[in-house]
């Protein structure tokens, strides 16, 4: 996230000539990201980044990504984030003295441990595995047979050395930007859920602001998120070779055993289906489906 927050600095201030500074605090240290984001619907705080994840907690709908394995790559990702549903999301945020000003990209997510590679559904069953502070993961991982144990981020590189958990679930880059590799041995590509984040300004700091100030902040996040997404993507496959290169073990889950795991987790989507709106899920799915069928 620091690359696109950066990127954003950059854009507002150039747009401004300098009179808007933006100043990225990285790492959790405003606090984690259900703190800083209640940093910001006081005003403490101007702006948060937070994942979908953690958003949720103020618009439920957003737990529409956390939904497993809906996703199968990230050209579906960016049709449900950049199309209706995506951009319909982000209006829900005033009410709750937030603007939702775009997404960034944390993409799909994977699997690393300390006992043995995850080939098959039946390897999940004797991993304690660190979630995020999320209903829909912790159900998700119990229904692939995990023991689930959601920890704030900050905590987790310890809990992994010390051995209190086996492993955890993060983007490739997190893998590596957190130092995962030193600690853990197993690396499976399981992609069982692909995550945005959501860029967040607070509504008593965006009030101040005149229109042109606005626009300035909207359009730089926009130009901001799409360089993160292509910059991120790009980043991905070397992320990977060098995990490989400081020792992890990785492995991807063939399409029988990936199709077992979607068929575990499905009643994950159907506990969650009344609470997110039948129709919001209908429409989610409609969209990948499209996607899916373009020649």
């Given at each position: 996230?620091?690359?696109?927050v950066d990127k954003f600095a950059e854009i507002v201030g150039t747009k401004s000539g300098g009179k808007i500074k933006v100043?990225?605090?990285p790492n959790a240290t405003l606090g984690n990201e259900i703190q800083s984001m209640a940093s910001a619907q006081g005003g403490i705080l101007e702006m948060s980044v937070v994942s979908t994840a953690g958003a949720a907690g103020n618009v439920k709908e957003l737990a529409i990504f956390d939904l497993p394995f809906i996703f199968r790559n990230?050209?579906?990702?960016?049709?449900v984030v950049d199309g209706e549903v995506g951009q319909s999301l982000l209006k829900k945020f005033p009410e709750k003295k937030l603007i939702g000003l775009c997404y960034l990209d944390y993409g799909f997510r994977q699997v690393t441990n300390s006992k043995h590679p995850i080939r098959k559904l039946e390897d999940f069953s004797d991993l304690k595995l660190r979630t995020l502070q999320?209903?829909?993961y912790?159900?998700?991982?119990k229904a692939l047979g995990a023991t689930?144990?959601?920890?704030?981020?900050?905590?987790?590189?310890?809990?992994?050395e010390t051995k209190a958990i086996d492993g955890q679930e993060s983007a490739y880059l997190v893998t590596k930007s957190s130092s995962y590799q030193d600690i853990q041995t197993y690396l499976t590509e399981t992609r069982h859920v692909y995550l945005p984040a959501v860029v967040l300004v607070s509504k008593k700091f965006?009030?101040?602001?005149?229109?042109a100030e606005r626009d300035i902040m909207d359009s730089a996040c926009k130009e901001a998120s799409a360089y993160h997404r292509t910059i991120s993507r790009k980043m991905e496959a070397d992320v990977v070779q060098e995990l490989v290169k400081a020792g992890m073990k990785f492995n991807k889950i063939e399409p029988a055993e990936q199709e077992r795991m979607v068929r575990a987790t499905a009643l994950v989507i159907e506990k969650y289906k009344p609470e997110l709106g039948a129709d919001l899920v209908k429409e989610t799915l409609a969209t990948i489906e499209k996607v899916r069928k373009a020649p």
């Amino acid at each position: 996230m620091g690359l696109a927050v950066d990127k954003f600095a950059e854009i507002v201030g150039t747009k401004s000539g300098g009179k808007i500074k933006v100043t990225g605090y990285p790492n959790a240290t405003l606090g984690n990201e259900i703190q800083s984001m209640a940093s910001a619907q006081g005003g403490i705080l101007e702006m948060s980044v937070v994942s979908t994840a953690g958003a949720a907690g103020n618009v439920k709908e957003l737990a529409i990504f956390d939904l497993p394995f809906i996703f199968r790559n990230e050209k579906e990702a960016d049709a449900v984030v950049d199309g209706e549903v995506g951009q319909s999301l982000l209006k829900k945020f005033p009410e709750k003295k937030l603007i939702g000003l775009c997404y960034l990209d944390y993409g799909f997510r994977q699997v690393t441990n300390s006992k043995h590679p995850i080939r098959k559904l039946e390897d999940f069953s004797d991993l304690k595995l660190r979630t995020l502070q999320n209903r829909v993961y912790i159900d998700i991982f119990k229904a692939l047979g995990a023991t689930p144990l959601p920890l704030p981020y900050p905590e987790t590189y310890t809990a992994l050395e010390t051995k209190a958990i086996d492993g955890q679930e993060s983007a490739y880059l997190v893998t590596k930007s957190s130092s995962y590799q030193d600690i853990q041995t197993y690396l499976t590509e399981t992609r069982h859920v692909y995550l945005p984040a959501v860029v967040l300004v607070s509504k008593k700091f965006w009030d101040r602001l005149g229109v042109a100030e606005r626009d300035i902040m909207d359009s730089a996040c926009k130009e901001a998120s799409a360089y993160h997404r292509t910059i991120s993507r790009k980043m991905e496959a070397d992320v990977v070779q060098e995990l490989v290169k400081a020792g992890m073990k990785f492995n991807k889950i063939e399409p029988a055993e990936q199709e077992r795991m979607v068929r575990a987790t499905a009643l994950v989507i159907e506990k969650y289906k009344p609470e997110l709106g039948a129709d919001l899920v209908k429409e989610t799915l409609a969209t990948i489906e499209k996607v899916r069928k373009a020649p």
